[in-house]
């Protein structure tokens, strides 16, 4: 039996993972048999901050490696050969990354390289098409390949793994950390940072919440999405479209230059999540092609209609609680109006159960990492 804490070092970089990770970080900060380290790449600053402050979560190391018109190779050999260093000096037991980031497959090679475990949460996940999305699929299935421990959020996400002949012996089932996140946002008498969001008739409008900001869809897809929001608005008197804006420029020119002051549609700056989860809360639909969307609004039992072409989240389709829109105008106003006007359609999405959860992944990753190290001797269950 280990006597001493295990040393655990969770990387993140962009406001995706550290919502995500924020719940298992805090877990892992309370439980006496841990030494909780965080090292963030800052590879989205601004939206990293902003959770970092809602978690009151102070990393240990900051790597600070933003820079405008980033590519994808100096993300990757700046967080690489700044997580070398951390590792060098930190020297965790395990190492946690998150999802398909490219800081996660940057921190998978580090700890490859530096000789330390290295637990995968969120593992699993597969679109099995490397350039949808890109280069989330190919940073997920190369972190996989590395990956000591693999915190499969569902069941499926097991099978994926089965299937490129990973040890079953590493694999558990753990749920997903984004709804440990969700539980914990939502209030009654919710006060929005944005002021124009706690004005708004959410009992007499149906709201529909939008985000789309994916790399494959910058260009036309992106201007092909807010065609669509512009024909939903002109045909729905009853519809109010908010679309809090990602603040990449290749997406802040395209949507302001199609949807500005357009009537039935408010743009805003991007939410943090708390902002994020209480207004998917008050709304009717959301359509999006964010992958922790498709997670959190099912939650919420809100219908999800998804900006992408492939999802590597199928669980929500088989459930029902998510539908494949792509990125063509016509089916997406189709779609969307489907939902709006067929209320049985509707409610057959809305109280499908969410199948990515229940609000205890943190704490069962937290037990599996004390099964891995021999700190308790019966393997935790898995997430049903």
Same mark, same amino acid.
């Given at each position: ?45 601004? %939206? ?10 102070? *990393? ?19 967080? +690489? ?56 699929? %190919?940073?997920?299935? +190369? ?9 499969? *959020? ?12 990973? #040890?079953? #012996? ?6 997903? @950390? ?74 802040? #020119? ?25 207004? %998917? ?39 029902? @609680?998510?539908? +494949? ?11 969307? #109006?489907?939902?709006?006007?067929? *209320? ?41």
């Amino acid at each position: 039996m280990q006597k001493d804490k295990i040393k655990v070092m969770s990387v993140f970089g962009t406001r995706p993972e550290a919502t995500k990770m924020g719940p298992l970080v805090k877990v892992l900060e309370k439980d006496d048999a841990f030494s909780s380290i965080v090292c963030v790449t800052a590879q989205h600053r601004g %939206m990293l901050d902003e959770v970092l402050e809602i978690f009151d979560i102070k *990393p240990d190391y900051d790597l600070d490696i933003m820079k405008e018109g980033q590519s994808l190779e100096y993300i990757t050999t700046s967080a +690489l050969n700044g997580l070398c260093k951390v590792i060098d000096e930190a020297k965790p037991d395990l190492l946690l990354v998150h999802g398909d980031t490219t800081t996660s497959f940057a921190g998978s090679l580090a700890a490859f390289y530096r000789g330390v475990k290295l637990g995968h949460v969120e593992a699993g996940l597969r679109s099995y098409d490397k350039l949808r999305p890109y280069p989330e699929e %190919m940073n997920r299935k +190369l972190t996989g390949v590395l990956a000591d421990i693999h915190f499969a *959020p569902t069941h499926k996400a097991k099978e994926n793994l089965y299937k490129e002949n990973i #040890n079953p #012996n590493d694999i558990f089932v753990t749920g997903n @950390t984004a709804v440990d996140c969700v539980k914990d946002s939502f209030k009654d008498n919710f006060i929005f940072k944005r002021d124009i969001l706690n004005d708004i008739d959410y009992k007499g409008k149906k709201i529909i919440t939008v985000t789309a900001h994916r790399r494959e869809n910058l260009g036309e897809p992106l201007e092909n999405i807010c065609k669509a929001l512009r024909i939903i608005a002109d045909e729905n008197d009853d519809v109010l479209v908010i679309y809090p804006v990602h603040p990449n420029p290749a997406v802040k #020119n395209t949507v302001y230059s199609i949807l500005s002051e357009i009537k039935g549609i408010y743009l805003t700056e991007a939410l943090d999540f708390v902002d994020l989860h209480n207004l %998917m809360a008050r709304s009717y639909l959301i359509l999006t092609d964010s992958g922790g969307l498709q997670e959190e609004a099912p939650a919420f039992n809100k219908p999800v209609l998804v900006l992408r072409e492939v999802t590597e989240r199928p669980e929500g389709l088989d459930a029902g @609680t998510l539908k +494949l829109a792509g990125t063509d105008k016509d089916i997406i106003v189709k779609m969307t #109006n489907e939902l709006l006007k067929n *209320p049985s359609e509707y409610n057959r999405m809305a109280m499908a159960k969410n199948p990515f959860g229940d609000g205890f992944a943190s704490k069962r990753i937290a037990e599996i990492i004390k099964y891995c190290f021999k700190i308790i001797d019966k393997r935790p269950d898995d997430f049903k």
